[in-house]
């Protein structure tokens, strides 16, 4: 199985500030990568795909980048609104799907 | 709108059986590749089970053998039948749709909470 190792697992920051949060699989996955953002007492929502591609609708600010098996998601001017928790999903080991672990972001 | 509505948590006894069921609304079911995931309390994002649109189905080693996804495609709707339950199985169940070649999830339902406790 392959595993979804994401850094860190909280995160404090300020308005304004540059957001990055890593995600590191076991094997080489491509760019086989999503990221999803979950607030309180909410279903996920998908903000990136493929590793860089950016959901219809989703603001610029976000952006993810890699391929392999480490991958970057990029806040890049943090809003009171993005305080959640972000996770990556990989898919290239079908039909296993495997989630990291999370990344509880909050304002300073 | 497409959309996904799950029903038929609620709280059941260690080794009790529950059905959950996911209505959709927008896109049919049977066209994509549909998934359940469950978030334990406190916890992170658990992939538990997909059935291709091709009928395949595959499960988490932690529910194999205990849980069984179906769908019905006249009433576009998927289910999750739960036996065996243990307390581990406590969460929030999530189905999710993975489109047509399994890769993303998305829409997401807003979630049912299964508790089991005695």
């Known amino acids: 199985d392959i595993q979804m190792t994401q850094s860190p697992s909280s995160l404090s920051a300020s308005v304004g500030d540059r957001v990055t949060i890593t995600c590191q699989a076991s094997?080489?996955?491509?760019?086989?990568l999503n990221w999803y953002q979950q607030k309180p007492g909410k279903a996920p929502k998908l903000l990136i795909y493929d590793a860089s591609n950016l959901e219809t609708g989703v603001p610029s600010r976000f952006s993810g980048s890699g391929s392999g098996t480490d991958f970057t998601f990029t806040i890049s001017s943090l809003q009171p609104e993005d305080i959640a928790t972000y996770y990556c999903?990989?898919?290239?080991?079908?039909?296993?799907?495997?989630f990291g672990q999370g990344t509880k972001l909050e304002i300073k | 709108e497409v959309q996904l509505v799950e029903t038929g948590g609620g709280l059941i006894q260690p080794g009790g059986s529950l059905r959950l069921s996911c209505a959709a609304s927008g896109f049919t079911v049977s066209s994509n590749y549909m998934s359940w995931v469950r978030q334990a309390p406190g916890k992170g994002l658990e992939w538990v089970s997909v059935i291709y649109s091709g009928g395949s189905t595959y499960y988490a080693d932690s529910v194999k053998g205990r849980f069984t996804i179906s769908r019905d495609n006249s009433k576009n709707t998927l289910y999750l039948q739960m036996n065996s339950l243990r307390a581990e199985d406590t969460a929030v169940y999530y189905c999710?749709?993975?489109?047509?070649?399994?890769?993303?999830?998305?829409?997401w339902g807003q979630g049912t909470l299964v508790t089991v406790s005695s």
């Open positions: 999903q990989q898919y290239d080991n079908l039909p296993q799907y495997t």
């Open positions: 999710a749709s993975i489109g047509a070649v399994g890769s993303i999830f998305d829409p």
């Open positions: 094997q080489d996955i491509s760019n086989y």
